[in-house]
T-cell receptor, first 113, second 116 residues
Framework: QKEVEQDPGPLSVPEGAIVSLNCTYS??????FMWYRQYSRKGPELLMY????GNKEDGRFTAQVDKSSKYISLFIRDSQPSDSATYLC?????????????FGTGTRLLVSP | DAMVIQNPRYQVTQFGKPVTLSCSQT?????MYWYQQKSSQAPKLLFH???????NEADTPDNFQSRRPNTSFCFLDIRSPGLGDAAMYLC???????????????FGPGTRLTVL
C-alpha cells in the first residue's frame, strides 16, 4: 500500500464548477499537508499549506485536513480554464527545514470553457 | 525575483553517455533536493544536501550522483543513463530556519531528460 493515495484522474469539469480533489494517507505521523499545482512541463508550485487538522481558505481555494480519517481535500470554487493542471498532494511528519515530503501521484484537472 | 533555475530545460543524451544537470538558486536556501518524476507519477526524492552534508535515499541507484560546490549551485550527474532514466528531474530548495509555508520546498521548472 502506498503511503499516499491520490486518484490520477483526469477530472473534467466545466468552467465555474466546484472541484474537489482528495488524498488519503496511511502514516499517522504526517502533520504538515500541502497542495502543489503543476502545469504541464513545469515544476510544482505551492498552492496551500496546512498544519494538522482543520480548514484553510485562500481566495477560491480551500484546503481541508481530517487527521482522524487520514483524508485531505482541496476545493476549488468557480473553476477557471487556467486552473487546468495536475494537483499534487504532499505531506510530511516534520516541520520546516529538511522535511521529507511524500507526494501523491497527482490528479490531472481539465476545466473547459 | 528569487527563484530556482534549472539548466538545460531539455536534455537529450545517448544510452550510456554521462550527463550533468544543473540547478541554481537565488533564495539563499541551505537545503537543496533532487527529485525524479516520471510521467503520471509522484516526484521521487533521489537525494538532498543539508548545507554541505549529502544525504542519499536508500533506493537511489549508484548511477546517480550529486555535487554542491557552493550554497547556490547543485548538480545531478547520471554516469551511464539507461532508457529507464528518461524522466523530468526536479530541483527544489528549502530553508531550515523558516517555519510555516515559507519553510516548505520551492521547485525549479525541471529538466526533461530523453535517453536515446
Amino acid at each position: 500500500q502506498k503511503e499516499v493515495e491520490q486518484d490520477p484522474g483526469p477530472l473534467s469539469v466545466p468552467e465555474g464548477a466546484i472541484v474537489s480533489l482528495n488524498c488519503t494517507y496511511s502514516n499517522s505521523a504526517f502533520q504538515y499537508f500541502m497542495w502543489y499545482r503543476q502545469y504541464s512541463r513545469k515544476g510544482p508550485e505551492l498552492l496551500m499549506y496546512t498544519y494538522s487538522s482543520g480548514n484553510k481558505e485562500d481566495g477560491r481555494f480551500t484546503a481541508q485536513v481530517d487527521k482522524s480519517s487520514k483524508y485531505i481535500s482541496l476545493f476549488i470554487r468557480d473553476s477557471q480554464p487556467s486552473d487546468s493542471a495536475t494537483y499534487l498532494c504532499a505531506m510530511s511528519a516534520g516541520p520546516a527545514g529538511f522535511q521529507k515530503l511524500v507526494f501523491g501521484t497527482g490528479t490531472r484537472l481539465l476545466v473547459s470553457p | 525575483d528569487a527563484m530556482v533555475i534549472q539548466n538545460p530545460r531539455y536534455q537529450v543524451t545517448q544510452f550510456g553517455k554521462p550527463v550533468t544537470l544543473s540547478c541554481s538558486q537565488t533564495l539563499n536556501h541551505n537545503v537543496m533536493y533532487w527529485y525524479q518524476q516520471k510521467s503520471s507519477q509522484a516526484p521521487k526524492l533521489l537525494f538532498h544536501y543539508y548545507d554541505k552534508d549529502f544525504n542519499n535515499e536508500a533506493d537511489t541507484p549508484d548511477n546517480f550522483q550529486s555535487r554542491r560546490p557552493n550554497t547556490s549551485f547543485c548538480f545531478l550527474d547520471i554516469r551511464s543513463p539507461g532508457l529507464g532514466d528518461a524522466a523530468m528531474y526536479l530541483c527544489a530548495t528549502s530553508r531550515d530556519s523558516a517555519s510555516g509555508p515559507e519553510g516548505t520546498q520551492y521547485f525549479g521548472p525541471g529538466t526533461r531528460l530523453t535517453v536515446l
